[in-house]
C-alpha cells in the first residue's frame, strides 16, 4: 500500500504541471495581466468545453470587446446578464445588460443598445439600493450635455459620483468626474471643470480604474481639451493614452483614436510626416470593424495634411469620406477651396459652417477660417467682425492658443486695412506665444504675415529675413502652398507691384481693399471721382479682374493690402 500511496504521487505531480494548461484557468489569468487577446482566446475555449460562469461570460464580453470582436462581446454579455438574473442577482444582471448596451450606442446601434439599456434599468430596480443604479444615472447626464444643458448635467453626475463614493465603485467615481468637469465646462466653469478631468485621468493613469471605463475617460478627456484649445493638457494625455495603448498590445478598441489624437500631435509640432503614417494606420483600425464613430474625424484629419501639403485632390476625396461616415468637414473643405482659387464657393461654405456652429468652442473653430477667406474675398469689415468675435471667445477661454490666434487674426485684418504699422505691432506681440506653444507650422505662417506688412511699410530687409524663416519651415514640414506664397512674395520687386501697377494705383488699389468707396478714395489721396474711377480701370486691366471684390482678393493674395 505504501508502494502504491507513492506511485500514485507521479499522477499527482502531472496534474500539479498540467493544471496551468487548463484553458479557464490560462484566461482567467490572462485577464489579470491585461492580455486581451490570450483572454478572449482562453475563455472562449472553455466555454466551448463546458459553460462559463456568469463572471467569466463578463471577462470574456470585455476581452472580446477590447480586441474588436464586438460580436462576441455583445453575445458574452448577453449572456452574462441572463445568467446572473437567473442566479438571483440581478444587480450583477444590470452591470452587465448596461455594459451591451453602451457598446451597442457606441457602434450606432441604438435599437439594441437602448433595448439592453431599458433592461438595465428593470433589473437595477429589482435590486433595490444598489451600484448598478449610478451607472444607470449616466444617460441622463449625457443626454443633458448633448443638449447643452451644463446645469442638468452636472446634478445628474454629481449624483452618479455621490453613488460610487457610497458604494467604494472607482470606475463609477471616475465616469462621475469626467461627466461633472464636461458638464462644469459646458456651464462657463472651465477651471473647475477641468480639475475634475484631471482628477478622472489620475484615478486612470493611477491603474484604479478598469479598462473599458479607462478609454472611454482617456478619450473623452483628449476631446474636451482639444475643444477647449487647450493644448499642453491635449498633448500630455495623448501621451498617457499612447502609453496606455502600448502597454496592452492586444488592445484594438481605442487604439485607433489614440492614432488620430497622435497625428494631430505630431501635426502640431511639425512632424508631418509621420503624422500622416500615424492617421492612415488610425482609418485602417477603425474600418474594421464598420460603424466606429471615430473614423470620420481620422478622414477628416488626413484630409487637413493633405490639403497642407498642397495634395488637394486626395483632400477632397478625405473629406468626402469624412462626411459620409458623419464627421463635421468644415473648415476645412472652405479653406481647401480657398487654396483651389474658389474663393465664393469658400466664402458660402464658411458662413454656413458659422451659422451652424454650436457651442463657443465650435465658433472659435471656423471663425479664423471666416477672417482668412473673407480677406481674400476682400470682406474686410466682415473680417473684422469675426476677429472681433474670435476675441470675445478667446477672452472666456482665457487659453494661450486662442490667444495668439486673436493676435494673429488682428494683424491681417490691420493689414488688409492698410494699416500695416498696426499689423506689425500685433504680429510681433503675438509672435512670443507661437514660440511658447511650438506650434512652427503657424509660427511660420505668422512671420510669412510679417513679411507681408514689413514689405508695405518697405522696411525690406526685416520682410526678407521673415519670408527665410517661414521659408526653412514650409520647406521642413512639406506645405506647399504656403512656399509657393513665399516664392510669390520673394519674386515681387520691391519698388513696383505685380501688374506694373504705379505708385498711385498701388495707393488706390489698397484703399478699395479696405471697402472705401470712390468718392472715400477721392476726399483721401485728394483727386477727383472721375481721376479714382480711370487708376481703378487700369488697375483692373493691369490685374486682369473685373470687379472690386476681385481685385481686393489678388491684393490680400499678393500682399498688396
Request: net charge neutral; glycine share 10%.
Given at each position: 500500500?505504501?508502494?502504491?500511496?507513492?506511485?500514485?504521487?507521479?499522477?499527482?505531480?502531472?496534474?500539479?504541471?498540467?493544471?496551468?494548461?487548463?484553458?479557464?484557468?490560462?484566461?482567467?489569468?490572462?485577464?489579470?495581466?491585461?492580455?486581451?487577446?490570450?483572454?478572449?482566446?482562453?475563455?472562449?475555449?472553455?466555454?466551448?468545453?463546458?459553460?462559463?460562469?456568469?463572471?467569466?461570460?463578463?471577462?470574456?464580453?470585455?476581452?472580446?470587446?477590447?480586441?474588436?470582436?464586438?460580436?462576441?462581446?455583445?453575445?458574452?454579455?448577453?449572456?452574462?446578464?441572463?445568467?446572473?438574473?437567473?442566479?438571483?442577482?440581478?444587480?450583477?444582471?444590470?452591470?452587465?445588460?448596461?455594459?451591451?448596451?453602451?457598446?451597442?450606442?457606441?457602434?450606432?446601434?441604438?435599437?439594441?443598445?437602448?433595448?439592453?439599456?431599458?433592461?438595465?434599468?428593470?433589473?437595477?430596480?429589482?435590486?433595490?439600493?444598489?451600484?448598478?443604479?449610478?451607472?444607470?444615472?449616466?444617460?441622463?447626464?449625457?443626454?443633458?450635455?448633448?443638449?447643452?444643458?451644463?446645469?442638468?448635467?452636472?446634478?445628474?453626475?454629481?449624483?452618479?459620483?455621490?453613488?460610487?463614493?457610497?458604494?467604494?465603485?472607482?470606475?463609477?467615481?471616475?465616469?462621475?468626474?469626467?461627466?461633472?468637469?464636461?458638464?462644469?465646462?459646458?456651464?462657463?466653469?472651465?477651471?473647475?471643470?477641468?480639475?475634475?478631468?484631471?482628477?478622472?485621468?489620475?484615478?486612470?493613469?493611477?491603474?484604479?480604474?478598469?479598462?473599458?471605463?479607462?478609454?472611454?475617460?482617456?478619450?473623452?478627456?483628449?476631446?474636451?481639451?482639444?475643444?477647449?484649445?487647450?493644448?499642453?493638457?491635449?498633448?500630455?494625455?495623448?501621451?498617457?493614452?499612447?502609453?496606455?495603448?502600448?502597454?496592452?498590445?492586444?488592445?484594438?478598441?481605442?487604439?485607433?483614436?489614440?492614432?488620430?489624437?497622435?497625428?494631430?500631435?505630431?501635426?502640431?509640432?511639425?512632424?508631418?510626416?509621420?503624422?500622416?503614417?500615424?492617421?492612415?494606420?488610425?482609418?485602417?483600425?477603425?474600418?474594421?470593424?464598420?460603424?466606429?464613430?471615430?473614423?470620420?474625424?481620422?478622414?477628416?484629419?488626413?484630409?487637413?495634411?493633405?490639403?497642407?501639403?498642397?495634395?488637394?485632390?486626395?483632400a477632397e476625396r478625405s473629406y468626402r469620406r469624412a462626411s459620409a461616415e458623419g464627421h463635421s468637414v468644415q473648415p476645412g473643405l472652405a479653406l481647401l477651396r480657398l487654396a483651389q482659387g474658389r474663393t465664393q464657393h469658400a466664402l458660402a461654405a464658411i458662413r454656413t459652417a458659422v451659422?451652424?456652429?454650436?457651442?463657443?468652442?465650435?465658433?472659435?473653430?471656423?471663425?479664423?477660417?471666416?477672417?482668412?477667406?473673407?480677406?481674400?474675398?476682400?470682406?474686410?469689415?466682415?473680417?473684422?467682425?469675426?476677429?472681433?468675435?474670435?476675441?470675445?471667445?478667446?477672452?472666456?477661454?482665457?487659453?494661450?492658443?486662442?490667444?495668439?490666434?486673436?493676435?494673429?487674426?488682428?494683424?491681417?485684418?490691420?493689414?488688409?486695412?492698410?494699416?500695416?504699422?498696426?499689423?506689425?505691432?500685433?504680429?510681433?506681440?503675438?509672435?512670443?506665444?507661437?514660440?511658447?506653444?511650438?506650434?512652427?507650422?503657424?509660427?511660420?505662417?505668422?512671420?510669412?504675415?510679417?513679411?507681408?506688412?514689413?514689405?508695405?511699410?518697405?522696411?525690406?530687409?526685416?520682410?526678407?529675413?521673415?519670408?527665410?524663416?517661414?521659408?526653412?519651415?514650409?520647406?521642413?514640414?512639406?506645405?506647399?502652398?504656403?512656399?509657393?506664397?513665399?516664392?510669390?512674395?520673394?519674386?515681387?520687386?520691391?519698388?513696383?507691384?505685380?501688374?506694373?501697377?504705379?505708385?498711385?494705383?498701388?495707393?488706390?488699389?489698397?484703399?478699395?481693399?479696405?471697402?472705401?468707396?470712390?468718392?472715400?478714395?477721392?476726399?483721401?489721396?485728394?483727386?477727383?471721382?472721375?481721376?479714382?474711377?480711370?487708376?481703378?480701370?487700369?488697375?483692373?486691366?493691369?490685374?486682369?479682374?473685373?470687379?472690386?471684390?476681385?481685385?481686393?482678393?489678388?491684393?490680400?493674395?499678393?500682399?498688396?493690402?
Amino acid at each position: 500500500m505504501t508502494g502504491g500511496r507513492r506511485s500514485g504521487s507521479r499522477p499527482a505531480v502531472q496534474l500539479t504541471e498540467t493544471a496551468p494548461r487548463d484553458p479557464l484557468a490560462l484566461g482567467r489569468t490572462a485577464y489579470l495581466r491585461g492580455a486581451w487577446g490570450e483572454a478572449r482566446r482562453q475563455l472562449s475555449a472553455a466555454g466551448a468545453l463546458h459553460p462559463l460562469t456568469a463572471a467569466d461570460l463578463d471577462r470574456l464580453g470585455v476581452a472580446a470587446f477590447l480586441t474588436g470582436e464586438e460580436a462576441t462581446a455583445a453575445q458574452s454579455w448577453a449572456s452574462a446578464s441572463q445568467t446572473w438574473a437567473g442566479q438571483g442577482a440581478p444587480g450583477h444582471a444590470a452591470r452587465s445588460a448596461f455594459w451591451l448596451g453602451v457598446t451597442l450606442l457606441q457602434r450606432g446601434e441604438h435599437a439594441r443598445g437602448g433595448g439592453w439599456l431599458a433592461r438595465a434599468r428593470r433589473l437595477a430596480g429589482a435590486a433595490g439600493d444598489c451600484v448598478e443604479c449610478g451607472y444607470l444615472r449616466i444617460p441622463a447626464g449625457l443626454e443633458a450635455l448633448e443638449r447643452g444643458d451644463g446645469d442638468s448635467a452636472e446634478a445628474v453626475f454629481a449624483d452618479v459620483v455621490r453613488t460610487a463614493e457610497r458604494f467604494g465603485d472607482p470606475d463609477l467615481r471616475a465616469l462621475g468626474n469626467l461627466g461633472r468637469g464636461q458638464a462644469l465646462i459646458l456651464a462657463g466653469q472651465p477651471g473647475t471643470g477641468t480639475d475634475l478631468l484631471d482628477e478622472a485621468m489620475v484615478a486612470v493613469t493611477a491603474a484604479e480604474v478598469s479598462a473599458i471605463p479607462s478609454g472611454i475617460i482617456y478619450c473623452a478627456v483628449i476631446l474636451t481639451c482639444r475643444k477647449l484649445f487647450d493644448l499642453e493638457r491635449a498633448g500630455e494625455w495623448t501621451a498617457a493614452l499612447s502609453r496606455w495603448c502600448a502597454e496592452q498590445p492586444d488592445l484594438k478598441a481605442y487604439r485607433g483614436q489614440c492614432l488620430v489624437h497622435r497625428s494631430e500631435i505630431m501635426q502640431s509640432r511639425g512632424e508631418w510626416s509621420q503624422a500622416m503614417t500615424e492617421v492612415r494606420r488610425a482609418c485602417e483600425r477603425l474600418a474594421d470593424p464598420p460603424g466606429d464613430p471615430a473614423l470620420g474625424m481620422a478622414y477628416y484629419q488626413l484630409g487637413e495634411l493633405q490639403r497642407l501639403r498642397g495634395d488637394f485632390g486626395e483632400a477632397e476625396r478625405s473629406y468626402r469620406r469624412a462626411s459620409a461616415e458623419g464627421h463635421s468637414v468644415q473648415p476645412g473643405l472652405a479653406l481647401l477651396r480657398l487654396a483651389q482659387g474658389r474663393t465664393q464657393h469658400a466664402l458660402a461654405a464658411i458662413r454656413t459652417a458659422v451659422e451652424e456652429a454650436r457651442g463657443t468652442a465650435d465658433r472659435a473653430r471656423v471663425l479664423l477660417a471666416d477672417v482668412e477667406i473673407a480677406l481674400a474675398a476682400g470682406e474686410v469689415s466682415s473680417a473684422r467682425s469675426a476677429a472681433a468675435e474670435l476675441a470675445d471667445i478667446a477672452e472666456a477661454f482665457d487659453m494661450p492658443y486662442l490667444r495668439a490666434v486673436v493676435g494673429y487674426a488682428r494683424g491681417s485684418v490691420s493689414l488688409c486695412e492698410g494699416d500695416p504699422a498696426a499689423a506689425c505691432a500685433e504680429l510681433r506681440r503675438t509672435w512670443p506665444a507661437w514660440q511658447r506653444l511650438d506650434l512652427p507650422y503657424e509660427a511660420a505662417c505668422v512671420r510669412l504675415r510679417m513679411a507681408q506688412a514689413y514689405r508695405q511699410l518697405a522696411d525690406h530687409d526685416s520682410a526678407e529675413l521673415e519670408l527665410d524663416a517661414a521659408r526653412r519651415v514650409f520647406e521642413r514640414v512639406g506645405a506647399a502652398p504656403a512656399l509657393q506664397r513665399v516664392r510669390e512674395l520673394a519674386r515681387r520687386a520691391p519698388e513696383r507691384a505685380p501688374g506694373s501697377l504705379t505708385r498711385r494705383e498701388l495707393e488706390v488699389l489698397r484703399l478699395v481693399a479696405t471697402g472705401a468707396t470712390n468718392a472715400e478714395i477721392a476726399r483721401s489721396l485728394v483727386l477727383s471721382e472721375k481721376t479714382v474711377a480711370r487708376h481703378l480701370a487700369n488697375t483692373f486691366g493691369k490685374l486682369e479682374v473685373s470687379s472690386r471684390a476681385a481685385a481686393t482678393a489678388y491684393a490680400y493674395r499678393h500682399g498688396l493690402a
